[in-house]
Every structure is written in structure tokens, then in C-alpha cells.
């Protein structure tokens, strides 16, 4: 009965985890709308690993005279284009594609007014935008299908993927935590043998110019 319990509970644990993890990746904000000649992107990122499947699920409010456009890049020093959707609509859109390289995924929104319309704190538009990450990008019923699962052995491995895909990103973060101490503590070193050759030059600067004044003042005979 005890360990019954105890799987329940953990399974429940991991449920909110999960969970709480997925709610993460959806963003829901304003795009406020300007002229073509002022109009600025908003852009929002998010860290894929590489070789990895993302699928981008964007959809804007409505929003008369206002024309919204989505430009998914990486952040490479060429800033590849992953996707691109111009004149998003209520109607949800949907994006998939490989990320090959490490790093962030960038996702930037335009929001552009109608000729003939002056901006105005009236004029926005919301987007709802949600990434999904690896094994959020699984279709499950298919997978059930093709494999013959049951309802509850879908929603275990639903379970299991996506705490694999949590421990993956925690081992990612422990990996940067790592990179950055071993910076720090390199930098540190370095700070220590800068000081240290810093503290010696004054030293023998400040002995050199008691040297030099003695034999200067002696020169004059200020001194014996």
C-alpha cells in the first residue's frame, strides 16, 4: 500500500514538474503597431540544443490596419532564417523545423500600420506565441497508432520524455555552471598575478625615486 502511495505521488510530482516546465516556453505579450519607416522588431529567444526539433506555435489578436510578421532566426554570426511568416492572423500558425547548431532561437515580430495611420497607444496587437522543444514536438496519437499503446502507457511515455528532456536541460546548466566557475576561477588567478606584479612595480618604482632623491639632494649638498 505504502509503495503504491509512493508511486502515485511521485507520478503526480512528476506530472506538475513537467508541467510546469512546458508552461514555460508559451509567452503572451502586446505588439504595440508603428509606420513602415519607424516600425521596430520585438523578438524574444529561447535555447535549443543542437540537432533538435522545434516547432514554433504563434498567433496574433485582432487588430484592424495592422499588418504582423515573424521572422525565426539563430543567433550565429549569419543569423541563419529558420522560418518565416508574414500577416499573422487569429488563426493559429504553426512552424517546425531543425535546429543543427547550439544556441539561441530567435523569434522577432514587426508590427506595421496601414499607410495613412498615425501610431497611436490604441494600435496592438497580442501575440501568443509557445516553443516546443524536442520531445514537446512528439505527436503522440501517431505514436500510439503506430505502437499500439494504450491511454495510460501514451501518457507515461509523455511523462518520460519530458523529464528526459528536463534532465537534459538541468545537465546543460550544470555544464554552464561549470564553464562559468572555471572562468571565474581563472579570472581570479589572473586578478591575483596582476595584483601582485602591480604591488611589486610600486614597490621598486617607490624605492628608485628614494634612491634618486638621495643622490639628487647630495648632489647639492642639501644632504651629507
Known amino acids: 500500500m505504502t509503495r503504491k502511495l509512493f508511486s502515485a505521488t511521485l507520478a503526480v510530482s512528476l506530472l506538475i514538474l513537467a508541467t510546469s516546465w512546458q508552461a514555460v516556453n508559451a509567452v503572451k505579450f502586446d505588439l504595440p503597431s508603428h509606420a513602415a519607416e519607424e516600425v521596430q522588431p520585438v523578438c524574444i529567444s529561447h535555447y535549443v540544443d543542437q540537432e533538435t526539433q522545434v516547432v514554433i506555435k504563434v ?8 499588418k504582423v510578421n515573424l521572422e525565426v532566426t539563430d543567433d550565429s554570426i549569419h543569423q541563419n532564417q529558420l522560418w518565416r511568416k508574414d500577416g499573422l492572423s487569429e488563426d493559429l500558425q504553426r512552424g517546425a523545423f531543425l535546429n543543427k547548431e547550439a544556441g539561441d532561437v530567435v523569434a522577432c515580430f514587426t508590427n506595421t500600420l496601414a499607410k495613412g495611420y498615425k501610431a497611436d497607444s490604441r494600435y496592438m496587437r497580442t501575440i501568443d506565441v509557445d516553443f516546443e522543444i524536442g520531445s514537446e514536438t512528439i505527436d503522440y496519437a501517431k505514436l500510439a497508432e503506430q505502437e499500439k499503446l494504450k491511454p495510460m502507457e501514451v501518457e507515461l511515455r509523455k511523462l518520460e520524455d519530458l523529464v528526459k528532456g528536463i534532465l537534459e536541460n538541468m545537465e546543460h546548466l550544470k555544464n554552464r555552471e561549470v564553464t562559468m566557475r572555471n572562468t571565474n576561477e581563472s579570472t581570479n588567478e589572473r586578478v591575483k598575478w596582476f595584483s601582485t606584479l602591480t604591488m611589486f612595480v610600486l614597490v621598486a618604482l617607490g624605492l628608485w625615486q628614494i634612491f634618486y632623491l638621495k643622490r639628487f ?3 647639492k649638498r642639501l644632504i651629507d
Open 217 to 219: 639632494f647630495r648632489k
Open 59 to 66: 498567433k496574433a489578436g485582432p487588430g484592424a490596419n495592422q
